[in-house]
């Protein structure tokens, strides 16, 4: 919610209407050629000064606490995300244990496939976790976490190679999201329709010397060369009505903060560039 609210705002509009109207009327009696003491134009000329002067002031007050109201909820964000990846370590850690035991009992009955396939699901998740801990962003992180887990919960293969700390990024923690989000949640509803082996999605969040590169694929169905072009534009979509927005928003941030985003089909691949601060 806006710190700004509306009995704020009729302070304001009403101080400096007050003038206006005082003003007018001034004006209105010059037009008539009425004659107007000196005493008079100059109390009107001090409290239209006034008014005015006091509207503004008001007005500036208004826009700081506005700002800083907002960066009190990203503040009260970022404390809530923070809070969300200890939980998931200390979910991990609890686990743990409970990982062993299962392991150690299919090793004893024998049954080592279903132990190192086991192993292999376990290991994934806290490498997963691992990785996300790179990131200077704990929203980006905790994103990240969230769709792999979501993944998980539909029997879909979630990839990720994270080799950045995104620290010189100069897009805001929550447009990073946005783009993430949407490229992930198409990634999903493409393979959606497949067998579950062949389901697999996979985010590369990597660097070079003057961008970020963040790169969303999935196993999904070629993309024809002739929508390729027309799969960013708004309400276009292969899905059905009232859909459609998501990759527009994502070229739409990508593109306020001086980055491209392009497609490759197939394997359909979503690549993003974001220039770092400092950079060319």
């Not at 999903?188 to 697999?200: G, I, P, Q, S």
């Amino acid at each position: 919610m806006s710190t700004l609210s509306f009995p704020n705002y009729l302070i304001v509009v009403f101080s400096l209407g007050q003038a206006l109207i005082i003003s007018l009327f001034t004006q209105y009696l010059a037009f008539i050629n009425a004659s107007i003491p000196l005493a008079w134009v100059t109390i009107v000329d001090i409290v239209v000064f006034g008014n005015v002067a006091l509207g503004f002031i008001l007005l500036r007050k208004l826009l700081v606490l506005e700002e800083q109201g907002n960066l009190i909820r990203q503040q009260a964000k970022h404390i809530q995300d923070l809070e969300e990846m200890i939980r998931n370590i200390r979910a991990q850690r609890h686990d743990f244990i409970s990982h062993l035991q299962a392991v150690y009992g299919m090793l004893q009955m024998g049954k080592l496939e279903s132990a190192r396939e086991y192993l292999a699901e376990v290991t994934g998740d806290i490498r997963i976790l691992s990785q996300t801990l790179r990131l200077k962003q704990p929203e980006v992180a905790a994103l990240v976490q969230q769709k792999a887990a979501l993944a998980a919960s539909r029997n879909i293969s979630f990839g990720l190679v994270i080799e950045t700390d995104l620290g010189k990024l100069t897009m805001r923690p929550h447009n990073l999201n946005r783009i993430l989000g949407n490229l992930l949640d198409n990634a999903m509803e493409a393979v959606m329709f497949l067998a579950t082996k062949d389901r697999y999605v996979r985010l590369e969040i990597r660097e070079d010397e003057q961008s970020y590169i963040l790169a969303v694929g999935n196993s999904g169905p070629e993309i024809k060369e002739d929508i390729r072009g027309k799969i960013f534009e708004p309400g276009f979509s292969t899905k059905g009505e009232n859909r459609g927005l998501g990759l527009a928003i994502v070229r739409e941030i990508v593109e306020q903060h001086g980055g491209q985003v392009r497609l490759t089909s197939p394997p359909t691949i979503f690549t993003v560039t974001l220039p770092k601060a400092g950079g060319e």
